[in-house]
């Protein structure tokens, strides 16, 4: 169930250490290197393999779960969820459909709406 969580903070980058964790995290989760039910090492330990403190890696583990990416079961760890993919299509058709609701309610047409998506892109 994909391999080992590996991530490298360079305390000179311009983004804070949690964000660097994090996008790692997800750039692993999005390649498949991390597949949807990997369990991720505890918040302690990700903290002591790279030299961070614990809540700077807790609040990278928030903002993964946040976008949906992990889940934190309590005592039994955090788990990957679903492809970065994954989470942008349901992300996606949600939007779509609310789009979707709101041009019919303000009597668009398919055509009108599709340009109006389309002037947005």
């Known amino acids: 169930m994909g391999g080992p969580v590996i ?4 305390p000179a980058a311009p983004q804070p250490p949690y964000e660097q964790v994090k996008q790692q ?18 918040v302690r330990q990700l903290a002591g393999e790279v030299g961070l403190a614990v809540n700077t890696v807790a609040r990278a583990y ?3 779960e946040a ?8 005592r039994n760890g955090t788990f990957v969820l679903a492809s ?5 299509d349901e992300d ?3 939007a779509a459909a609310a789009f979707a609701r709101a041009a019919r309610r303000a009597g ?3 055509a009108e709406a599709t340009r109006v998506l389309h002037d947005a892109w």
């Open 92 to 94: 996606t058709r949600a």
């Open 25 to 42: 995290i997800e750039d692993q989760i999005r390649r498949g290197e991390l597949a949807q039910g990997t369990r991720l090492p505890t």
């Open 67 to 74: 976008d949906r990416l992990v889940e934190t079961r309590g």
């Open 62 to 64: 928030k903002e993964l």
């Open 108 to 110: 668009l047409s398919l």
């Open 84 to 88: 970065r993919s994954q989470v942008d």
């Open 7 to 10: 991530i490298s903070v360079d």
